[in-house]
C-alpha cells in the first residue's frame, strides 16, 4: 500500500465508526455502549493504521538501501 492509499483507507474507516456512532446517538441520544463501542474502534484503527505505516516505512527503507 502506498502512503496516500493507507490515509484513504483510514480516513474511510474513521468516517465509518463515525456515522455509526451517530447513527446510535440519534436513536439515544445517552448511549455509552455506543460510544464505548466507538473509543474501542477508534483505538483498534489507529493501532492497525500505525502498523500499516511501520510497514510502509519499512519497505521505503529497504527500497531506499537498493538504490
Known sequence: MKEEEIEQWYE???????????AALTKDKNNPKAEATFRA??????IRYESRIEQFIQK???AARKR
Open 41 to 46: 474502534g477508534m483505538k483498534e484503527l489507529h
Open 12 to 22: 474511510s474507516e474513521k468516517e465509518r465508526l463515525e456515522q455509526e456512532l451517530s
Open 60 to 62: 521505503e527503507r529497504k
